[in-house]
């Protein structure tokens, strides 16, 4: 009894062992079977997990693209361009002769004042600051009289007059000359420096270095000025105080345009 026992207990622990692996093999073939077959779920299922998992390709580098040439330019651009050069050497030259020419009348275009000093048939002598300046009245000379076209008949001696255009130390080389109407003689001013010996409402008396009294009338335009420009009133001016005049001189009197102190300044 006891034997019997104990080989259906062996019996029963081995059952399940056996069991198992009579299942196992029936797997492994039926696993073997659907593996071969084509369009089997495990081959699919094969075929998913490995692309799945395989890495994907690095991406190449895109082509450079080199630039396209440009087109040529046509024959018609050609001859534009061409063209273009010519016209724009042609003005250089013209600017550098232009350029010599005002180098050998000595200086740029300026204006000339002087007074007439003498007439000859084509011929005009002024005379300024600078000396006397002679100039000839070509055909290409522009004369001008109150707005309007003259001739050198009117154009006089003890005229002052106006010319336009290149000079050296001498000779001026005319294009327009001024007639004026009215004299355009420089205005001359008589400045002096000295100290105020007497100042009223309508005049100021000052004495010069050379200890001669000067007298100036004060007029309505008469500006009085400090030592630092700013403008100030006649009454600020005391006796004593050096100051500098300046005046338009009449034949009768001595007006002053400015007077301005020199107070506090050595």
């Not at 105080?241 to 050595?266: F, N, Y």
Request: glycine share 6%; aromatic share 4%; charged share 25%.
């Amino acid at each position: 009894m006891k034997h019997d026992f104990l080989t259906r207990q062996n019996y029963t622990h081995s059952l399940p062992k056996k069991l198992f692996l009579g299942l196992a093999i029936i797997l492994s073939i039926v696993a073997l079977a659907f593996s071969t077959r084509p369009g089997g779920n495990l081959e699919v299922f094969a075929q998913t997990a490995t692309s799945a998992t395989k890495a994907s390709p690095r991406p190449t580098a895109s082509p450079r693209v080199s630039p396209s040439p440009s087109p040529s330019a046509s024959p018609s651009g050609a001859i534009a361009t061409e063209n273009l050069k010519e016209r724009i050497d042609r003005i250089l030259d013209q600017r550098e002769a232009k350029l010599e020419e005002l180098h050998q009348a000595g200086q740029r275009r300026r204006v000339f004042l002087g007074e007439v000093q003498r007439i000859t048939e084509r011929t005009v002598t002024i005379r300024n600051r600078r000396g006397s300046q002679s100039f000839t009245v070509g055909a290409d000379v522009v004369l001008v009289r109150n707005g309007k076209a003259a001739t050198i008949d009117d154009i006089a001696v003890g005229d002052w007059i106006g010319v336009i255009g290149f000079a050296d130390k001498e000779t001026i080389q005319p294009q327009i000359v001024v007639i004026p109407t009215t004299t355009i003689q420089p205005t001359s001013y008589e400045t002096v420096i000295g100290t105020i010996t007497e100042v009223t409402r309508t005049q100021i008396v000052v004495t010069d270095p050379s200890q001669n009294e000067q007298t100036f009338q004060i007029v309505r335009t008469t500006e009085f000025e400090g030592s630092d420009g700013n403008a100030i009133r006649r009454e600020d001016l005391e006796t004593e105080t050096q100051v500098i005049v300046v005046s338009k001189p009449t034949d009768t009197q001595k007006p002053a345009t400015l007077v301005r102190s020199l107070a506090g300044q050595r």
